[in-house]
């Protein structure tokens, strides 16, 4: 095994076997399959790891060790990671902190934050705070830095060092200009690391402030005022926020915690009432909580307003005819594009199978892809894999697929599997494409390529 080689399969999910795959092997009952590859020598990390996390369900800690061993031994840091995980959480955390150690020294970023979590889980706090400390603009040791500081009483301490970054006198962390309009700042998540010190100390208010006091922060689709007074029940000044001027998130979270709790008019409002800005997600997030709740011709309606001819939007709404048994108006919708657009790309003509499919409609729907322009191309004839495999047509699916083709392996290692040609797909999904090119570093430029 080597770790540039490890790194490189597990980047591109190339010459291996997909996390997915691996799950599904295993619930099909292949698990001879799984383990051997997960301690041949020239190991399939993702069965590897699947493998060992279900030695631990059975209570066999050592043995999920000795099936990780090779892959730690390799210097590759996930593995260790994984390896440390698992001993943590088995009790065994003193040696988790020794496998991360080296790691973190060797400037593996994610190793220094993880050891310092471990170090401050098992009694060694201040440890982990002088650890972190001088790596306070990475953001992701700022957060570390927040969790650990709370439970050693430093918040305030912590507080600081956030207000500073936060001061308007500061230049551009990435320009080094004071007043190029964005001022960007490192750690990047600053307000919302001192809302939640704020929060962490029981002074909600303050944390509150500190969030509406800067531009909102959203990571991950999630925005942290929207989150925070969702925490604090208070929903009252999430409606105020989201009728204002809140980024859709807000709107998102205010709907998801009112579904909770079974008000789904109240979930619908909250939808309804956010401004013009960003009506395509709430639009599309609204017609998703209609469908849930029974009422697909509302969620179609909404959809039909947006009037739009992108693909992301017209594949819901094709979504929603399909699903509400009137396949036969999205087709008409589609049609009634290509008329006034006067085209139809492939990114549209391609939602016309599955709906053809469930008119009944399927080798009429094969014949027209194969005549468009672009039917004899990869993605194409991915898509025509996937209607005739929902046929059933398992094996002529197979034969539409390329198996030089990276993506093609993906849909073709599960058609493979559910023929019973397990073999065959493990061997085709662990063969290496030679078009497959070595990862890339990743990090921020400002030249191109970008």
């Known amino acids: 095994m080597d770790a540039?080689?490890?790194?490189?399969?597990?980047?591109?999910?190339?010459?291996?076997?997909?996390p997915r795959i691996v799950d599904r092997l295993l619930d099909?009952?292949?698990?001879?399959?799984?383990?051997?590859?997960?301690?041949?020598?020239?190991?399939?990390?993702?069965?590897?790891?699947?493998?060992?996390?279900?030695?631990?369900?059975?209570?066999?800690?050592?043995?999920?060790?000795?099936?990780?061993?090779?892959?730690?031994?390799?210097?590759?840091?996930?593995?260790?990671?994984?390896?440390?995980?698992?001993?943590?959480t088995g009790g065994r955390g003193e040696e988790a902190i020794a496998l991360v150690r080296p790691f973190a020294r060797d400037g593996e970023r994610v190793a220094r934050r993880d050891l310092a979590l471990l170090l401050a889980r098992h009694g060694r706090g201040e440890e982990a705070y002088e650890l972190l400390l001088p790596h306070f603009t990475d953001w992701l040791m700022a957060e570390a830095l927040v969790e650990v500081g709370a439970g050693l009483g430093r918040g305030d301490e912590i507080a600081e060092l956030l207000r500073a970054r936060l001061d308007p006198g500061n230049v551009c962390a990435r320009c080094g200009d004071q007043d190029c309009g964005r001022r960007y700042m490192e750690p990047f998540n600053a307000a919302s690391l001192l809302a939640s010190v704020r929060e962490k100390q029981g002074r909600t208010d303050e944390?509150?402030?500190?969030?509406?006091?800067?531009?909102?922060?959203?990571?991950?689709?999630?925005?942290?005022l929207a989150e925070l007074l969702v925490r604090h029940d208070r929903l009252d000044e999430l409606r105020a926020y989201v009728a204002g001027e809140s980024p859709w998130e807000a709107a998102r979270q205010l709907a998801e915690v009112l579904e909770e709790r079974g008000d789904v008019a109240g979930a619908v409002d909250a939808y309804r009432m956010h401004g013009d800005e960003d009506r395509w997600h709430t639009s599309i997030l609204l017609s998703k909580l209609l469908a849930r709740h029974g009422r697909g011709a509302e969620a179609i309606e909404v959809m039909r307003a947006r009037d739009s001819a992108e693909d992301w939007i017209v594949d819901h709404l094709c979504e929603l005819f399909a699903a509400e048994g009137r396949a036969e108006e999205g087709l008409a919708h589609l049609d009634a594009l290509k008329a006034r657009r006067g085209r139809e790309e492939w990114?549209?003509?391609?939602?016309?199978?599955?709906?053809?499919?469930?008119?009944?409609?399927?080798?009429?729907?094969i014949a027209d892809a194969t005549a468009h322009p672009e039917g004899g191309g990869p993605y194409a004839r991915e898509e025509l894999a996937r209607l005739l495999a929902d046929a059933g047509r398992l094996d002529e699916a197979v034969a539409l697929l390329d198996t030089e083709r990276l993506e093609h392996t993906w849909v073709l290692g599960p058609l493979l599997i559910d023929l019973g040609r397990v073999e065959e797909a493990v061997t085709l999904l662990r063969t290496p494409?030679?078009?497959?090119?070595?990862?890339?570093?990743?990090?921020?430029?400002?030249?191109?390529p970008f």
């Not at 210097?75 to 001993?87: H, Q, S």
């Not at 016309?352 to 729907?365: F, H, I, S, Y």
């Not at 494409?433 to 191109?448: A, E, F, K, L, M």
């Open 4 to 18: 540039d080689v490890l790194h490189r399969r597990t980047t591109w999910h190339d010459a291996c076997v997909p």
């Open 28 to 88: 099909l009952g292949h698990t001879d399959v799984v383990r051997g590859l997960a301690v041949a020598e020239d190991g399939d990390w993702f069965c590897a790891r699947a493998w060992a996390r279900l030695l631990v369900d059975r209570g066999e800690l050592d043995g999920a060790l000795d099936v990780l061993g090779p892959y730690v031994a390799t210097g590759w840091w996930p593995a260790a990671e994984e390896a440390a995980r698992l001993l943590d």
């Open 347 to 365: 990114e549209l003509f391609r939602l016309r199978g599955p709906l053809m499919a469930a008119c009944g409609r399927l080798d009429e729907a």
């Open 433 to 448: 494409r030679s078009q497959v090119p070595p990862p890339q570093p990743t990090g921020y430029s400002d030249s191109p």
């Open 207 to 224: 944390a509150i402030a500190v969030l509406r006091s800067y531009e909102a922060v959203v990571v991950n689709n999630r925005d942290a």
